[in-house]
């Protein structure tokens, strides 16, 4: 056989063998892009709170524990533990990314603590009407910041409303920033909340909501700050005189689940997850603006003394702390905030 027949040969051999070996990977890529995924089709999951079933975010979510068990022909069912049952707000967040909570409904700066730029609603006087701050809450800039949570195991599925944060007293009342000197006020674990304090003039210091009242009661705070209707079904005017109508802090919350256990289900099981969350949201933030609305008037009814400060003062001296914040969000986060 001449050097032409042998060369022939060689490259018809390998051409065979290229060939069948492509046939194989073709026939494996295949079987991999065709297999199909597991999902799991039954799931009890519990979801925990720190405040009462009188709340608005328990009566949203015992909505959105109804719309899931009547979609899944209760093949997904939600066990709702209030009152910090299975932890405090950091306790309950921590057990979602260690996969002993299923979902939580927690003010976005107890994220914050975790995933920094989810806090960014909490910003001092960002919005001054509910309506700014869901507009916000809903956008695509919100949904891009709450994709830092998944790092941590953390999938937001909706947006619940805890209103605006105003400030209680045991003492004194508070008609302006002068007031706020030294004042040892609880503040949930929330960076940007505990630094408009400071800003203020008082003293903050982290505690756990459902200790609150308690701590209150013995005098180791002399005032706190939180939302009207929590302040008023939480019932903690029986430890507080005064309130001061500062809303300082708008204060949105995540409806969240633990990434392991949202990824289990399927895309169908993940829609009805969707819409009952977003139908509970709905339902959350007209009670939170209702209540904040009217409850100021039951407060009064149960001997609370209510002021209101100048909040352009507040404005004012809290306006160091976006400066605070601006190299951990960055300029071009800061720069798409409303103004």
Not at 230 to 239: G, H, K, P, T
Request: proline share 4%; with cysteine.
């Amino acid at each position: 056989m001449n050097k032409a027949k042998l060369l022939l040969a060689g490259l018809s051999f390998t051409a065979l063998i290229f060939t069948a070996c492509n046939k194989n990977k073709k026939n494996e890529s295949f079987s991999i892009r065709e297999k199909t995924p597991t999902y799991i089709e039954e799931a009890n999951i519990s979801l925990g709170f720190s405040t009462n079933m009188e709340d608005p975010r328990a009566i949203a979510s015992l909505l959105f524990k109804d719309e899931v068990e009547r979609d899944t022909n209760g093949r997904i069912k939600i066990s709702i533990f209030s009152d910090g049952t299975l932890g405090s707000d950091t306790e309950l967040i921590e057990g979602l990314m260690k996969n002993s909570v299923d979902m939580t409904v927690s003010s976005a700066g107890n994220f914050a603590v975790y995933a920094t730029k989810v806090g960014v609603s909490a910003l001092p006087f960002l919005f001054s009407t509910f309506e700014d701050a869901w507009t916000f809450m809903d956008s695509d800039l919100i949904s891009q910041v709450n994709k830092t949570l998944e790092d941590f195991g953390i999938v937001v599925l909706s947006h619940y409303d805890n209103g605006f944060r105003c400030v209680t007293t045991t003492n004194k009342p508070i008609n302006q920033v002068y007031d706020m000197k030294g004042l040892n006020i609880r503040t949930p674990p929330n960076q940007i909340v505990m630094e408009t304090m400071l800003a203020l003039g008082a003293n903050p210091k982290p505690y756990a909501f459902n200790e609150l009242k308690k701590a209150l009661k013995d005098g180791i705070f002399d005032s706190q700050e939180n939302p009207i209707p929590v302040i008023y079904n939480s019932r903690l005017y029986e430890e507080q005189k005064y309130l001061a109508i500062t809303n300082h802090s708008y204060d949105a919350m995540p409806l969240a689940i633990r990434k392991e256990l949202w990824e289990s289900f399927s895309p169908e099981d993940q829609k009805i997850l969707l819409q009952a969350a977003k139908k509970a949201q709905d339902l959350n933030r007209k009670l939170v603006q209702e209540q904040t609305q009217s409850y100021v008037a039951k407060l009064k009814d149960e001997g609370m003394t209510i002021t209101s400060p100048n909040l352009a003062e507040f404005k004012s001296a809290t306006s160091p702390v976006k400066t605070v914040f601006s190299e951990i969000y960055g300029q071009e986060l800061l720069d798409k905030l409303p103004q």
